[in-house]
């Protein structure tokens, strides 16, 4: 069983930068592909990133802004955020799965998630 444990969010006026870190325990950390995903009130999560053994990825609307990336030594995945715009203001969430190297951006195939941390974007 792998739990996660997000931190980082906050208020932050546009054009600024969060770093968002997410922890995981119970299982090898470095064998999982991990994903950040995010919600608008009343919205499905849509995918931001995810970082996986065949490379990292990314939605369009975060690509040249966000950054993913991982330290397996402290079992933790990092979104850096820069850049932000109010449109980008949700409740953020880190996942975690099995790594077959394809399929990141699919909520679905992700079976373990963190509580969510708020991102609030002022403009």
């Known amino acids: 069983q792998v739990q996660l444990v997000e931190s980082g969010g906050g208020l932050v006026q546009a054009g600024g930068s969060l770093r968002l870190s997410c922890t995981a325990s119970?299982?090898?950390?470095?064998?999982?592909?991990m994903g950040w995903f995010r919600q608008f009130p009343g919205k499905e999560r849509e995918f931001v990133a995810a970082?996986?053994?065949?490379?990292?990825y990314y939605a369009d609307s975060v690509k040249g802004r966000f950054t993913i990336s991982r330290d397996n030594a402290k079992n933790t995945v990092y979104l850096q955020m820069n850049s932000l715009k109010p449109e980008d203001t949700a409740v953020y969430y880190c996942?975690?799965?099995?790594?077959?190297?394809?399929?990141?951006?699919?909520?679905?195939?992700?079976?373990?998630w963190g509580q969510g941390t708020q991102v609030t974007v002022s403009s």
């Open positions: 119970g299982r090898t950390f470095s064998s999982v592909a």
């Open positions: 996942a975690a799965r099995p790594d077959y190297g394809n399929g990141y951006g699919y909520a679905n195939e992700y079976n373990h």
């Open positions: 970082i996986g053994w065949s490379g990292t």
